[in-house]
């Protein structure tokens, strides 16, 4: 079966230091992937999603940058943390359309949660 | 921009009582989940629907999908405390691979 990685689950960070939060997944190949955030008492948003290694798209300018060194991890970086970027993080999978059924759920791991003070 | 709103935002409901979350999207989608989150967890699947007319259901919660008016429900029956939770759901615009758009979120709390 497949399973979802992401560390650190917490995390707290001045403001202008660095960022690496890293997802990885098991049990499946060439999956598409996707970082998504919450702000605190909201819905979610799409940053980033990889339907391979190095292939990144970027749904919303900002402060951060995502990359897929492997087939099966993704990474979600910042040069310099921002107040604005506190919130849960999320990654998640789906089944690459051209191997699989393209309209299975997306499957989220358990998240990393951010306080940039 | 595809817009994707929930309502209520907020519903508190009574064991036993039935009520129904409701998820209206702006553009055309041949896909639409719903996820169920609990407080400081993450998010779990609890229906894809892929087609107008879409009927699925799991235990006392049932999703249905209307294409054409770009609505889609959640159905609670008899609540139990234990589906407190907030309840999301996701739209796939028509030709967009597999990036989901989230609706604001309904909060529900079932009172004893």
């Known amino acids: 079966s497949q399973t979802i990685h992401q560390w650190p689950a917490t995390l707290v960070q001045p403001v202008g230091s660095p960022l690496s939060l890293e997802c990885t997944v098991e049990g499946t190949s060439n999956p598409n992937l996707y970082w998504y955030r919450q702000a605190a008492g909201r819905g979610l948003q799409l940053l980033f999603y990889s339907v391979g290694i190095g292939q990144i798209s970027s749904e919303v300018p900002q402060n951060l940058s995502a990359s897929r060194p492997q087939d099966r991890q993704f990474i979600l970086s910042s040069k310099k943390l921002l107040l604005s970027d506190s919130g849960f993080y999320l990654c998640a999978w789906s089944v690459d359309e051209a191997s699989g059924n393209p309209k299975e759920t997306q499957y989220f791991g358990p998240g990393t949660r951010l306080l940039v003070l | 921009e595809l817009k994707v709103e929930q309502n209520p935002l907020f519903l508190s409901m009574q064991e036993g009582k039935n009520y129904t979350i409701y998820c209206n999207y702006s553009?055309?989608?041949?896909?639409l989940y719903w996820y169920r989150q609990d407080p400081g967890k993450s998010l779990e699947s609890l229906f894809v629907?892929?087609?107008?007319?879409a009927v699925k259901q799991e235990g006392r919660l049932m999703a249905s999908l209307d294409t054409k008016a770009r609505l889609s429900t959640l159905h609670i029956t008899a609540a139990v405390h234990d589906l407190s939770a907030t309840y999301f759901c996701?739209?796939?615009?028509?030709?967009?691979?597999?990036?989901?758009?989230f609706g604001t979120g309904t909060r529900l709390q079932v009172t004893l």
């Open positions: 996701a739209v796939v615009p028509t030709g967009t691979a597999s990036k989901l758009t």
């Open positions: 629907l892929l087609s107008n007319g």
């Open positions: 553009t055309t989608s041949d896909r």
